[in-house]
């Protein structure tokens, strides 16, 4: 079974915290058969989509960066998805805006279709505006065809909030036992 862990965070904090703490409940749990790697978009050099569209059509970026060399495998073999990301203005940060366009490649043909996914959205707004960003997030796996498994919003307003917030960290434990027992 392999994850990948997408971390859409500028910076380490709340959202990056929650995410290892799923991560490490996952392989915990399946030492032998789990597979999870994280990606930290905010270490990766890649452009956010060149607009051209010929990629939706034939299947094929035509920006060659790391994207193109590294990820795009990853993501093709990955049997499920943790998409984790800080809440900015009732969506999610750029980074992984850019990650989720770069992906236009596989969207025609489903390429992604039937792989699983667990939603972490964090932010020190209210829960409605947490939504918002959910809901965005599953819009982008309907189109793709990723069946999302579950989600948590997660209220963090300040560094260390969801470290001291040990309802939160045991909820994405078990988002993560779900995902990983629905894969």
Known sequence: MKILAISGSPRKGNTERLLEEMVKDIEEEKPDTADVETILLRTLNFSGCCGWDECYYHGECRINDRMQKEIYQKILSADGFIFATPNYFNNMSGLLKNFFDRTNPFALKKKL???????IVVGG???TSLGKCEDTIREFCRIHGIRVIGSELITADKLGDAEKNKKAMEKCRELGRKLERKI
């Open 125 to 127: 707004q209210k829960k």
């Open 113 to 119: 279709a039937g792989k699983k996914a667990a939603i």
